[in-house]
């Protein structure tokens, strides 16, 4: 037991270099003997378990980024090099998964593999071996143990998001542990969601509610465990899990046993509303908010509320008003901005900013008006052709009198995309600078970096983030990628309700309206009124989630909300619009195109139903632990 061998735990705290508390590479630590000898040892050993969580917000890698309708990156690379691909284009199987989180190994090229399972055993050696840190100080004692539980929740609830019911793991396994103790079989659903719950609040029981010292920011703290409770609970109220006869009456472990409860449970939605409003009550009090700029107080509502919601996203290295847990990988934050950025050298140049994210018009047609109202309800938008070019405003219908949150994330052709410390007018017709790139009269196929939609994504890029043309060197403004924050506690709290009472409560439309104001939108009521009042029913629910869509775009929140709401197919399967791309002048470019017309990707853009809801259990898992059974569809 104590000669387990852990060298590869160094190698591990790399991942999380950006962070100023995982920079310390452990020495060569050898055995459990030595990672617990002194407090400065365990430390290290607590930094490397942090090094499994999966860097999932880097361009290549997610589903969950790229998974879903909002955004994608330009269709020339791969499976091979994005490896989120292989879910949009059906491409996991069983035996060929490209995300593997149970095990390190095994996927293939530019696919992604993260050993879960094996940083719970870690977690678990932690619990176990705390108490024998000579004079470990009582802080650490206690604040090691919350992390500890905060993080085995935490692995076991990132693989139940994409497995659905899994295997779990209770404590450290004995090396002479029994067949039957090593090779179980799936938990139930509920059983997952009341473990991982569990974990949550023993480690609510032992963190602060917040880290004091800068250094420290991106370890668990109490209100990020509060939250993740809320999140977890949400998503099992939903009607993926909650009463989904459809998918899975038939999942039963080899004994019969049920793997979901098929009977729909109201009462599950009443949990995740208490939830969200016990983080929100603690949060709150701990100092949490919806960030607000106050060097944006002088501009008039509407450009406050575009400033404000831009600003909580890249101009704190670490927004501690805001996020309750972030990550702090570097290279991401640079990767995401560098393929962002609009190309500002011509001819054509593989170096500098990129054009790798296609904002998708799902997206740009999910985005409110002015007044804080879908374009098919606004009295200014309703029944109008918007998909025009206005000569006047040298772009289009669809791209004029938009909220704040638009502007804030999204650019056009004729639009602003404030980078390099300047503010570019957006060129983006076909052989202009920030256009496709042309070979004559015909579009360059060779060339990778084009936008392939019309639209770019701001979002992540500060506008001092800079490309230097003679060094060829980036000057990245780097930040911390959001996992959750205040905003999301808000709009679950305000879904939960709807789902539990069928209307809104004072306290709902209170937290909603706080979202909005905090972007520069009239309330909720004064937007619907122009429509002729609050909506109700189906309608209601359909614009809770464009609510919860419009705040969380492009953050990895779409790809996990179509799949809990059961509605992924309506998305996903549509033919999605872009503009002609390949137009060269204003009456060609503004043409509505389908955005398959562009897509060079070698394969069908599919969804199979339930296939695609879940992963599929690696086979090799399977063939290792014959207890284990599929997921449908596989």
Known sequence: MKKIYIVLLSLLALNFSSCNYLDVVPDDTATLDDAFK?????????YSIYGHIGNMNRYWMPGQIFGGDDCITNSKGTTRWFGYKSMVYGEETANTTYHNFMRATGAPTGGVSYDYYTAIRYCYMLLNNINSIPDIS?????????????????????MVEYYGPIVIVDREMSLNASEAELYAPRASFDECIDFICDCLDKAIEYLPARQQNIKWYGRATSA?????????????ASPLFNGNAKFYADLKNHDGKALVNTKYDPEKWKKAMDAAEEAIQFCEQNGYALYKNAANGTLDTFERGVADFHDQ?????????EFLWAFCHSDSQEEIQKRSGIRT????????????FQVLFPAVESYYTKNGLPLEDDPLTKGRNLYVYNAVEGTAELNLNREPRFYACVTYDGGEFPMDGTVYKVQAKAGEIHGYTMNGNSPDMSKEYNNETG????????????YDVSTKTFAFHNYAWPLIRMAELYLSYVEAD???NGSLSIKSFEYLNMVRERCGLPTFQDSWAMAGGVPTGEKLRQVLHSERNNELMFEGHRYRDMRRWMDAEK???KEWKCWNVWGKSAEEYYTIKQWEDFDQHEGQRTLQVPRHYLLPYPLAEIQINPNLVQNPGY
């Open 38 to 46: 002194n407090e400065e040892n365990a430390q290290k050993f607590i």
């Open 498 to 500: 709807f789902e539990y």
């Open 345 to 356: 050298t011509s001819p054509y140049s593989t170096n500098g900013w990129m054009t790798n």
């Open 138 to 158: 009582e802080q650490n004692l206690r604040e090691w143990q919350g992390e500890a539980w905060f993080m085995i929740g935490m692995f076991h609830w990132w």
């Open 455 to 466: 639209y770019f994504l701001r979002k992540f890029i500060h506008k001092d983030s800079s």
């Open 313 to 321: 996203l890249v101009e704190m290295r670490y927004n501690d008003v």
């Open 224 to 236: 990020a465990a509060y939250a993740f409770k809320a999140r977890v609970l949400l998503f099992a």
């Open 571 to 573: 998305h996903m399967l």
